[in-house]
């Protein structure tokens, strides 16, 4: 899979949250990917989209929770979770976007 287009459906957006920023700290980055997406795609994914060289990847999947909004039931979605550690020197501003 090398269509530029479908790497942008793996990889949805960068996490940044307390966890996230601490985790760049030590050379890695929090995207939320697709739950279908296994750990060699997003490898090849994060690779060809950024120029850059991982180093692992390791995923989470965080199941939606049932809450009541305005006393009706819902249920948030299903978000999963790539942490991906870089290669020394290599870094990804995910500030700026793509």
Do not use: C, Q, W
Request: aromatic share 6%.
């Amino acid at each position: 899979m090398t269509d530029k287009a479908a790497l942008y459906e793996v990889i949805r957006k960068p996490i940044i949250t307390e966890k996230a920023t601490m985790a760049s700290e030590h050379g890695a980055v929090v995207f939320e990917v697709a739950i279908d997406a296994n750990k060699p795609l997003i490898k090849e994914a994060v690779e060809t989209l950024f120029g850059v060289k991982v180093k692992a990847v390791n995923t989470t999947v965080t199941k939606g929770k049932h809450k009541r909004f305005r006393g009706r039931l819902g249920t948030r979605n299903t978000v999963k979770k790539a942490y991906v550690t870089l290669e020394e020197g290599n870094t990804i501003d995910v500030t700026t976007g793509l």
